[in-house]
């Protein structure tokens, strides 16, 4: 079973409105933290948004929001105002085992992504 | 400026002639990991590191070794590329495997001909 389900594999937005990608996880860890990163054309990837397991409110950072819902496993991200330069693949990704050290190997698992289009 | 530098950026190499991509960080980070990215099938973890001289085995070794003899630098060897290792690799670091954010290296794009 994927850990990681990015159900949209494209979708298109008008500037300057909001876009909502969906993710879904699943893992029996109660320590985890789940990750959103853009990766444009260019191809290097950029960390927006961390929401560990712990968290009671859902992270922000600018334009970033991460709505997430524990008991449905799901952390989309909100995207306010979007911009031309928002047109990326945004990659949704989980660390299991967090705040363990020597509990698991780290690895950060990562969804097939999203492509988001920017229309002007 | 706290970074993940990869080089090289860019190799076109033929099958069979060794090489390495190396990866440096300058953030002290204890874990280092090294990702490569296909059309499909996502970013999958190759090799990581928990500290100097520790490595383990990611989700598709084969074809690939890692060292780790510094801390900061953690670099990919193919002994001998073939063209399925042809991929956009990523060397990514944190301070420790449960601690939170990956940093990520810019990539290397690498085709084995």
């Known amino acids: 079973a994927q850990k990681i389900t990015q159900t949209q594999p494209g979708m298109f937005v008008q500037e300057k409105e909001a876009v909502t990608l969906d993710c879904t996880y699943d893992t029996s860890d109660q320590s985890y933290g789940l990750f959103w990163y853009k990766q444009p054309s260019s191809g290097e990837m950029i960390f927006l948004i961390y929401?560990?397991?712990?968290?009671?409110q859902n992270a922000t950072e600018g334009r970033y929001s991460l709505n997430f819902q524990k008991a449905r496993k799901s952390a989309n991200l909100v995207i306010s105002a979007s911009q031309l330069g928002d047109s990326a693949m945004y990659f949704c990704a989980m660390r299991e085992g967090l705040f363990l050290y020597g509990g698991s190997q780290g690895n950060l698992i990562f969804g097939k992504g999203t492509k988001l289009s920017v229309k002007p | 400026e706290a970074q993940v530098t990869q080089n090289p950026r860019y190799l076109i190499t033929v099958t069979g002639k060794k090489l390495t991509v190396t990866c440096s960080q300058n953030m002290n980070h204890e874990y280092m990991s090294w990702y490569r990215q296909d059309p499909g099938l996502g970013l999958r973890q190759i090799y990581y590191s928990m500290n100097v001289e520790v490595t383990d085995k990611g989700d598709v070794p084969e074809g690939y070794k890692v060292s780790r003899k510094e801390k900061r630098n953690f670099p990919l060897i193919l002994e001998s590329p073939s063209p399925n290792q042809t991929s956009l690799y990523f060397c990514?670091?944190?301070?420790?495997?449960?601690?939170?954010?990956?940093?990520f290296g810019e990539g290397s794009r690498l085709t084995v001909l």
């Open positions: 929401q560990g397991s712990y968290d009671e």
């Open positions: 990514a670091s944190s301070l420790g495997p449960g601690s939170g954010e990956l940093f």
